[in-house]
């Protein structure tokens, strides 16, 4: 178990909305109480229509720093794929002066096929998309050393996936938070795991933040049920940042208020 506080993040989707909307969704998201906003490292809508509104990643965070106050922000999560390693560790450095020290610097090996092909990467294998995060990762934490001047704080590295022999290994080398899409049966499989990456390179886990993508209400659409069936048993596996995804052109965030009250319910 661990003593960190519940947190609860909300990515805000980049898609089918003005980016007017996307800023007023931001705001309000600070305003309710969310800890941290993310945004997601993709060129075109993942649902609805394939070719509606979207917005580049880290443009729209450079905004996000200039906007927003307290709230944390970072991409949930940025493709390797696209951006040279040291260029990424400038941008990020960068975002984090902008910011005041909030960046989360999120990161996975990429899986949008239709973003590679439209915009000239190359797809590769699975495989070697994390192959390719493997090498980048030393590259952008050198990087970030050596930037004048260095991030404004410690730049938080989140890394997501579930993957056992590669990605897990690499979060217990290199990353701050580990975020997944598991539920508590998988959840529970793939802490193991990742203790065992931990125990092999003497590592303590308790220094790996667990994040979650929650989303949804439960069976009677009211918060209790959400703590209950949804956070409770994350929770009690040592999950502590929870993120609720919103998309536009509306952004509704009646399941967000849902989250932070059932956080600071658990905090109290």
């Not at 909305?17 to 309000?28: F, G, H, K, P, S």
């Not at 002066?97 to 590769?124: A, C, M, N, P, T």
């Not at 260095?150 to 590295?157: A, D, F, Q, W, Y």
């Not at 919103?246 to 600071?264: N, S």
Request: one cysteine or more.
């Amino acid at each position: 178990m661990t003593s960190r506080p519940v947190r609860i993040a909300v990515q805000i989707q980049p898609q089918h909305a003005t980016y007017n909307q996307i800023r007023d969704a931001l705001r309000r998201a600070e305003d309710l109480g969310a800890d941290v906003a993310f945004n997601w490292d993709h060129f075109y809508p993942l649902n609805g229509d394939p070719d509606g509104k979207h917005f580049e990643c880290w443009t729209m965070l450079a905004a996000w720093a200039e906007q927003t106050s307290r709230i944390q922000l970072g991409a949930l999560v940025t493709c390797n794929s696209y951006r040279n390693p040291d260029l990424l560790a400038d941008m990020a450095r960068t975002v984090d002066h902008i910011s005041g020290g909030r960046l989360i610097l999120g990161i996975g090996s990429g899986w949008f096929e239709k973003d590679y092909e439209q915009y000239g990467f190359d797809f590769k294998t699975a495989g070697r998309r994390l192959d390719d995060l493997a090498a980048a990762l030393p590259r952008i934490e050198s990087r970030l050393a050596a930037l004048n001047p260095t991030p404004v704080g410690r730049l938080p590295m989140l890394i997501g996936g579930g993957g056992e022999k590669k990605t897990l290994r690499l979060v217990a080398q290199h990353a701050n938070i580990w975020h997944s899409f598991a539920d508590a049966e998988v959840l529970s499989h793939k802490l193991e795991v990742l203790r065992g990456h931990c125990d092999a390179i003497g590592r303590p886990m308790e220094e790996i933040e667990i994040s979650v993508g929650v989303g949804g209400r439960g069976r009677d659409g009211i918060a209790p049920t959400v703590a209950d069936e949804i956070g409770k048993p994350l929770y009690d596996l040592g999950a502590r940042l929870f993120t609720v995804p919103v998309g536009g052109p509306d952004y509704d965030f009646a399941d967000l208020q849902d989250w932070i009250v059932w956080r600071d319910r658990m905090n109290a």
